[in-house]
């Protein structure tokens, strides 16, 4: 019995000698593996929600639109998982980017959050823009009015020219979708064009262009425009009769109607699918992070043009951004006949109180 248990000891020996080795040699290999799935999981994962939540904002590559940062940047890479999840989940303080953790008010667990910080600094941006695409949720083009060579050519010619081509450079990106394209003013936004506005003194448009104007669509501007930015634009509204007794021919705004089709209305429910649904909530009818829009009194109190304004000039002071320089005025109208059409059947909920 000796003699065996004796064996049975070397036995033993010899298995751990000749295994551990082995486990040593390949554990490396397996945790990598492991690690690899976890990556491939999270990225997958991250991507159905990037679509459905971010892309809108953010771009289907993540390239960003507008005044939104782009995600497939260097820095946003380079940031530490930390500094990423914590803006993930709370936000960042006057930007449209809004905490989308549980505990904020969003829609994300603490796990999600975490798989969003490997998503961005592994994913391969590519793939999600063809998984954006084939989801049907590639976000509108943003729509800009042209600076042409022409009108660039007659600001030359103008004193301090230079300064105005920025500054009209400037309008076009920022300003025109609102105050219309030849600064006559549209719906949404009054006149840029006016006597009265250039009575007024520069500090005082410089406050409403940087501070905006509460309870009004005229956001702040302060955090998305340098100050030789606005500098040269209130230049431009200065200076815009001369502009006009030198020719240059401003594109024409295009008359608003709210017209309302079965094609319209589809148009404008696929729309809302990309574009509102992930705040606004499934058929509109609101989520934690933005109120209820099919709702029977905020339509019945909100006429076709309010509603068309609130899409496109935003809300000031709230997590709602605007539009106006990203939709086609058809496709804000499509939005409008969505939301119009529901009325008849829409819940009567407590009037919305925009999230801010």
């Not at 904020?104 to 910080?117: K, L, M």
Request: aromatic share 8%; net charge negative.
């Amino acid at each position: 019995m000796t003699q065996l248990m004796k064996w049975i000891g070397i036995l033993a020996t010899m298995v751990i000698v000749i295994i551990m080795p082995i486990y040593a040699w390949a554990e490396p290999a397996q945790q990598e593996e492991l690690l690899d799935a976890y990556y491939t999981n999270a990225v997958l994962a991250s991507t159905e929600l990037y679509a459905t939540n971010c892309a809108v904002c953010h771009g289907a590559a993540g390239e960003g639109i507008g005044a939104t940062p782009p995600l497939n940047s260097d820095a946003i890479m380079m940031m530490s998982d930390i500094d990423l999840a914590k803006v993930i989940a709370r936000g960042r303080s006057n930007t449209l980017m809004a905490g989308w953790a549980s505990e904020e008010g969003g829609i994300f667990s603490n796990s999600q959050i975490d798989d969003f910080v490997t998503f961005i600094q592994q994913v391969n941006w590519e793939f999600v823009e063809a998984r954006v695409e084939e989801m049907g949720l590639t976000p509108p083009q943003v729509i800009e009015m042209e600076v042409s060579d022409d009108m660039l050519e007659v600001l030359a010619s103008l004193p301090d020219g230079e300064n105005l081509s920025s500054g009209l450079y400037v309008y076009a990106d920022n300003c025109a979708a609102c105050h219309g394209t030849n600064g006559s003013g549209t719906i949404i936004a009054p006149a840029i064009d006016s006597a009265d506005l250039r009575a007024k003194t520069r500090e005082d448009i410089l406050d409403v262009v940087t501070n905006g104007v509460p309870g009004t669509l005229m956001s702040s501007w302060g955090n998305m425009l340098e100050s030789a930015q606005i500098s040269s634009v209130i230049d431009l509204v200065y200076r815009w009769p001369e502009l006009l007794q030198a020719d240059i021919e401003f594109p024409e705004t295009q008359t608003i109607s709210f017209p309302s089709s079965p094609q319209l209305i589809a148009q404008g429910q696929s729309l809302f699918n990309i574009a509102c649904e992930s705040c606004h909530g499934t058929d509109g009818y609101g989520s934690p992070m933005a109120p209820a829009l099919v709702n029977q009194i905020f339509l019945s109190e909100t006429p076709d043009a309010a509603i068309y304004q609130i899409v496109a000039g935003g809300i000031p002071g709230t997590l709602m951004p605007a539009w106006g320089s990203r939709l086609t005025d058809q496709e804000i109208q499509s939005l409008v006949a969505f939301l119009r059409s529901n009325e008849p059947s829409a819940p009567a909920i407590l009037p919305p109180i925009l999230s801010k």
